[in-house]
């Protein structure tokens, strides 16, 4: 897929103060520091149903303008990038494999669905930015099916299992917290995880050569930076990418500050729109 146009901790630990008030023991001050060492509630990853809602608005916010991602299911458009239609709340393309896969998932689910009639088509414009069987009606059918909360079941776990959860486990395992685990997924939504030099794996590579992820002893912040600098590098490679907001005023605003667990509230621009998570 390629589309240009997608909190809170558990309680603090109790502080010396009322710990102490508590107590009444002075003598096991010591020992309170040893508690809120070990018992500091860990980072949560982007995969925590709070960090994942976030994770979906700031796509949204630049996929669709809008922080209503679930309003989405019902997009459709060609936007002239070469991929044929674009539509749902990632932006499946009739020319990159993934929307037939969603399709054929659904009417895997859901023999005889509305969109089931143009499995034939998808695979024949499948790689082309070709309509070839699919106008005058699929984008109408679209919308019809994204009423059917089947369909729209259809489109989360085609969005886990394609992007987020791949973006998320590759994080985890690179030692990046919540915000490096976003870059990770916004690039992979916009350039696919393929072979070609400007897909999420090829930019990976690329940050690499420039500094190491925190799991290979490096430091986070360097780190993303380098990732986010060979995003960019990707995103002018082609024109319909070449507006690089969603990464200059949006992801690196949340990294300027040290907000590497995406913690709201959040304040950022794409193309311009203003765009707040409190």
Same mark, same amino acid.
């Given at each position: 897929?390629?589309?240009? %146009?997608?909190?809170?901790?558990?309680?603090?630990?109790?502080?010396?103060?009322?710990?102490?008030?508590?107590?009444?023991?002075?003598?096991?001050?010591?020992?309170?520091?040893?508690?809120?060492?070990?018992?500091?509630?860990?980072?949560?990853?982007?995969?925590?149903?709070?960090?994942?809602?976030?994770?979906?608005?700031?796509?949204?916010?630049?996929?669709?303008? %809008?922080?209503?991602?679930?309003?989405?299911?019902?997009?459709?458009?060609?936007?002239?990038?070469?991929?044929?239609?674009?539509?749902?709340?990632?932006?499946?393309?009739?020319?990159?494999?993934?929307?037939?896969?969603?399709?054929?998932?659904?009417?895997?689910?859901?023999?005889?669905?509305?969109?089931?009639?143009?499995?034939?088509?998808?695979?024949?414009?499948?790689?082309?930015?070709?309509?070839?069987?699919?106008?005058?009606?699929?984008?109408?059918?679209?919308?019809?099916?994204?009423?059917?909360?089947?369909?729209?079941?259809?489109?989360?776990?085609?969005?886990? !299992?394609?992007?987020?959860?791949?973006?998320?486990?590759?994080?985890?395992?690179?030692?990046?917290?919540?915000?490096?685990?976003?870059?990770?997924?916004?690039?992979?939504?916009?350039?696919?995880?393929?072979?070609?030099?400007? %897909?999420?794996?090829?930019?990976? /590579?690329?940050?690499?050569?420039?500094?190491?992820?925190?799991?290979?002893?490096?430091?986070?912040?360097?780190?993303?930076? @380098?990732?986010?600098?060979?995003?960019?590098?990707?995103?002018?490679?082609?024109?319909?990418?070449?507006?690089?907001? !969603?990464?200059?005023? @949006?992801?690196?605003?949340?990294?300027?500050?040290?907000?590497?667990?995406?913690?709201?509230?959040?304040?950022? /621009?794409?193309?311009?729109?203003?765009?707040?998570?409190?």
């Amino acid at each position: 897929m390629v589309h240009i %146009s997608r909190p809170g901790d558990g309680p603090a630990p109790t502080s010396r103060r009322l710990f102490l008030a508590l107590t009444g023991a002075l003598a096991v001050a010591p020992l309170l520091d040893a508690h809120r060492a070990t018992a500091a509630p860990a980072a949560k990853g982007l995969d925590d149903p709070a960090k994942k809602e976030i994770a979906m608005k700031l796509v949204s916010s630049a996929e669709n303008s %809008s922080l209503d991602w679930k309003a989405q299911y019902r997009y459709i458009e060609d936007i002239g990038d070469g991929r044929g239609y674009t539509a749902g709340i990632i932006g499946f393309c009739s020319g990159t494999h993934d929307m037939l896969d969603l399709v054929q998932l659904y009417s895997d689910r859901k023999p005889g669905n509305v969109l089931a009639k143009y499995l034939p088509a998808l695979r024949a414009v499948d790689g082309s930015d070709s309509h070839a069987g699919l106008d005058p009606n699929y984008p109408k059918d679209w919308r019809k099916a994204a009423q059917d909360t089947a369909f729209q079941q259809a489109q989360n776990d085609e969005r886990d !299992r394609v992007y987020f959860d791949p973006a998320v486990r590759q994080g985890k395992t690179d030692g990046l917290r919540a915000l490096g685990q976003f870059t990770y997924y916004d690039a992979i939504v916009m350039h696919g995880d393929g072979t070609d030099p400007t %897909s999420f794996r090829n930019i990976r /590579k690329r940050a690499l050569t420039r500094a190491k992820p925190p799991a290979r002893g490096g430091d986070e912040t360097t780190y993303l930076n @380098a990732f986010l600098d060979a995003r960019v590098w990707a995103m002018k490679q082609e024109e319909a990418h070449s507006d690089t907001s !969603r990464v200059d005023t @949006a992801q690196r605003v949340f990294l300027r500050k040290g907000n590497l667990d995406l913690e709201p509230p959040l304040d950022w /621009k794409v193309y311009g729109d203003s765009y707040h998570i409190g």
